[in-house]
RNA sequence: GGUCCCGUAGCUCAGUAGGAUAGAGCACUAGAUUCCUAAUCUAGGUGUCGCGCGUUCGAAUCGCGCCGGGAUCACCA
């Protein structure tokens, strides 16, 4: 906000000079401003003259002195210098920030929100496992930045959908229907034959439990898999979607790859395709030919057998999104999918619709270590470690934390000794309690009664330690960084931000006193106050934006 | 072999529309609490930003080439 309006005033000294021959309009565009990394080097810093100096050919703290002389003039700068090879670093009055506190709190929940979304309607599409098994950290990961993203960009102003994309059908599903089947047999003393790629986790023999309790051992002799796979496939996805729920996520959707074959789309977009002239048989099967749209070799579409491979349903399935409104599509997708996405926006292009709004969150796996070694992870041979295992034994709020502080590029380190023993030093109750501790704070100035908290009110101009200045400039980047955040689709920026925030107030909090019994200065201890709750609602908002508690207790 | 991601402090990681003296947490050491919650704070860092070359006023950041780790390259999903 403050940024902007700078900005404004900068460009219009910009053209200021041109107007008057100081310099061409040539670096239009080109220069920044900037918070500098260092204190003391201002609030705001432009390289606006070293720009200049390349493209007029000058020296750059000459231009630098002219645009010095220009931004004087504004009421809301205090001080200017040049620095270093050419910076011109601004210095804002106190008063700039000061005010930024009164529309904070009269933005209450809404602080932080905004609009730049335009009400853009927007899919997310994440997890979308299967139902093969209970959700393994990986979908954690997924899911936690799935939702995350969803969040962030409702909070800046996008109309925002889950949707869960899953396919109850196929050699996966037989494999899990025999699985169970196998188990149920063996529960009964019969003789079974498990398959060779079977899944092994418990939780097939509970599901084959279930229906010995329900139907006895009247499935014994029947030659179909089918009440077996159905059965597992209803309690699978029972047990995820309980799941998800724990981590406080509720999707608007979920979308089975069925109805792309009941309704008649896989179809239509072969036609379609082939109308286009990019389909072809060969061998026996059908061909998307990807070659005409520069890519490497042309893919299989229907196999052999008639049946289609994931990539006809897959493409058919953005048409529908396409269609169904939605003008940007998120997929949130494990890096094992990388090769699928090309495949897809081809088809996506060729049928007309812009691949630019699909954009693919790739990330990188979580490896899980143990006993500082690190575990290898197989859903079908049940070496995983589950979402509801990590539920137990760190709760929501850990879990969802941890998995959103990582970027999505990086592989993220899950490890589970410092998850389970490690509660203190834990970068998630650090920002909690400090949210609590001003909720504390806020109880004991009420109890006292001498105090009131209104910024309309308050001399705001007597927080004037530098420590008070960094944090109202702490609450007044906030609304930026959850848009960066946001269109960046990167929550763990958010998670920095909360951190540094956290930082800046425990250490102003040891350093000066909200309340002091002792030394009683009730517009001091005002006008503080207003501050404090500007920073609760910075917190409450940021933790809430990123489905976390802001706890008023620990 | 092709494509994508990663390589920054002992460990886990931030840091891209190129900016000034490269950061945080953990771990380790020494301190701080009669009073707003010590789940906190203060002080302590000599890092080939994987290596090399290039682009330019300026590179962890951009380009090219290497090295190392991971993912992926089906008529599986």
């Given at each position: 906000m403050i940024q902007e309006r700078l900005k404004q005033i900068v460009d219009t000294c910009f053209l200021q000079g041109v107007e008057s021959g100081?310099?061409?309009?040539?670096a239009a565009g080109k220069y920044s401003l900037e918070v500098p990394?260092?204190?003391?080097?201002?609030?705001y810093s432009t390289n606006m003259a070293m720009v200049m100096a390349g493209i007029e050919k000058k020296n750059p703290r000459e231009i630098a002195a002219s645009v010095i002389e220009l931004l004087e003039k504004q009421d809301i700068v205090e001080k200017l210098e040049i620095a270093g090879p050419g910076f011109v670093n601004i210095f804002l009055k106190p008063k700039v920030w000061h005010d930024v506190l009164q529309p904070a709190l009269a933005a209450?929940?809404?602080?932080?929100?905004?609009?730049?979304?335009?009400n853009r309607k927007v899919m997310v599409e994440f997890v979308s496992a299967n139902p093969t098994g209970p959700l393994s950290i990986g979908h954690g990961r997924q899911a936690i930045l799935g939702d995350a993203i969803a969040k962030l960009l409702e909070a800046t102003g996008h109309d925002v959908y889950r949707e869960y994309y899953f396919n109850d059908a196929g050699r996966q599903m037989r494999v899990l229907g025999e699985s169970t089947k196998a188990r149920y047999l063996e529960l009964l003393n019969r003789e079974a034959q498990f398959p060779e790629?079977?899944?092994?986790?418990?939780y097939i023999r509970d599901i084959a439990q279930s229906l010995i309790d329900d139907k006895g051992d009247s499935l014994v002799d029947s030659p179909d898999v089918l009440p077996f796979t159905e059965r597992a496939v209803e309690l699978i996805f029972k047990d995820i979607s309980g799941t998800l729920k724990d981590m406080g996520i509720v999707f608007d959707n979920y979308f089975n790859e069925h109805t792309l074959y009941d309704d008649g789309h896989i179809e239509s977009v072969v036609q379609e395709l082939r109308d286009k002239g990019l389909v072809y048989e060969k061998d026996d099967a059908t061909w998307f030919k990807t070659t005409d749209l520069g890519h490497e070799q042309d893919r299989v579409i229907i196999k052999k057998t008639g049946e289609p491979t994931y990539r006809l349903p897959d493409i058919a399935y953005h048409r529908e999104k396409f269609r169904r409104g939605f003008d940007w599509l998120v997929n949130v997708l494990g890096s094992d999918h990388i090769a699928t996405v090309p495949d897809v926006l081809a088809g996506v292009e060729a049928l007309g619709y812009d691949p630019k709004k699909v954009t693919v969150v790739l990330h990188q796996f979580v490896t899980l270590t143990r006993n500082g070694k690190q575990v290898k992870m197989s859903t079908r041979k049940a070496t995983f470690v589950t979402v509801d295992e990590l539920l137990d034994l760190v709760g929501p709020d850990v879990l969802r934390f941890y998995l959103m502080m990582r970027k999505p590029d990086s592989q993220l380190e899950f490890d589970l000794d410092l998850a389970t023993?490690?509660?203190?030093?834990n970068p998630v109750y650090y920002v909690q309690y400090g949210h609590a501790r001003i909720c504390s704070i806020l109880r004991r100035a009420e109890e006292s009664g001498i105090y009131t908290i209104d910024p309309s009110t308050a001399?705001?101009?007597?927080?004037?330690e530098p420590e008070e200045l960094q944090l109202l400039k702490r609450i007044a980047s906030f609304p930026a960084s959850i848009e960066e955040a946001a269109l960046d689709l990167a929550p763990h920026r958010a998670i920095f931000f909360l951190m540094e925030l956290a930082g800046d107030w425990h250490s102003y909090y040891n350093k000066h006193k909200v309340i002091d019994p002792e030394n009683i200065d009730i517009a001091v201890t005002n006008a503080r106050l207003c501050l404090v709750t500007g920073l609760q609602q910075v917190f409450k908002n940021g933790l809430e934006m990123l489905g976390l508690n802001a706890p008023e207790r620990m």
């Open positions: 100081k310099w061409s309009d040539k990394k260092r204190e003391g080097q201002g609030d209450g929940a809404e602080f932080g929100k905004s609009s730049v979304g335009n790629d079977g899944y092994q986790g418990e023993s490690q509660e203190k030093d001399d705001l101009s007597l927080l004037q």
